[in-house]
């Protein structure tokens, strides 16, 4: 029963372009929510956030929105750039509870120079 | 470096022997959390501490799998009785309070021969 899916596992971008990325939960019961990115053999960084409270979140380059109706939320990163080559993972969380975290598959991005 | 720290960063063993992981928290983290990633996958919730208190856990935990978090500082995940379906990589996860993110340090990676 995979509750956030990441249905792109991968995607090309071309450099300074805008890259999106998408998600979909099914809990209605989470309530915050996270984008991490990922290197090769280290740990998930965390990128951004948002509050169900919230449809729109922003931090420089990097913009979530939450479509709570859909149950869907997306990362938007202006502009790419070849740093950003990671691979992606979408988080939610039920905040009545532990705040333990259910991660989709991941989307691999690479931005191309 | 003030991250969360794992230890060791890969280990590998034979199946059926038993293998013990450290996690070393931010300072004054108090919750802390761990998950486990294999190939393809996001990770995956294995248990949650608040200070020496274990709260939850999942039912991926079978029962040679026991984490302790003695004096609410640092933890170990030990396995007893390896099987080839314990590879992956071992998480780590650190918070300081509600709404705020989970750090995650760099994982183990375990590989079972």
């Known amino acids: 029963d995979q509750q956030v899916k990441q249905n792109s596992p991968s995607l090309s971008v071309q450099e300074g372009r805008i890259s999106i990325l998408n998600c979909d939960y099914t809990?209605?019961?989470?309530?915050?929510f996270l984008w991490y990115k990922k290197y090769p053999a280290e740990g998930p960084t965390f990128l951004i956030s948002?509050?169900?409270?919230?449809d729109k979140n922003e931090d420089g380059r990097f913009t979530v929105f939450l479509n709570k109706s859909a149950k869907h939320l997306s990362l938007h990163i202006v502009p790419s750039q070849p740093g950003d080559s990671a691979v992606y993972f979408c988080?939610?969380?039920?905040?009545?509870?532990?705040?333990?975290?259910?991660f989709g598959t991941g989307t691999r991005l690479k931005v191309l120079a | 470096d003030t991250g969360v720290s794992q230890d060791p960063r890969h280990k590998i063993t034979k199946r059926g022997q038993n293998v013990t992981f450290r996690c070393d928290p931010i300072s004054e983290h108090n919750r802390l959390y761990w998950y486990r990633q294999t190939l393809g996958q996001g990770p995956e919730f294995l248990t949650y501490f608040q200070n020496e208190a274990q709260l939850e856990k999942s039912r991926l935990l079978s029962d040679r799998f026991s984490a302790e978090r003695p004096k609410g500082s640092f933890s170990t995940l030990e396995i007893q009785r390896t099987e080839q379906g314990d590879s992956a990589m071992y998480l780590c996860?650190?918070?300081?309070?509600?709404?705020?993110?989970?750090?995650f340090g760099d994982g183990t990676r375990l590989s079972i021969l």
């Open positions: 996860a650190t918070r300081v309070g509600d709404n705020q993110p989970q750090h």
């Open positions: 809990n209605s019961m989470f309530d915050y």
């Open positions: 948002i509050s169900s409270i919230k």
């Open positions: 988080a939610a969380s039920d905040t009545s509870g532990t705040y333990k975290y259910i």
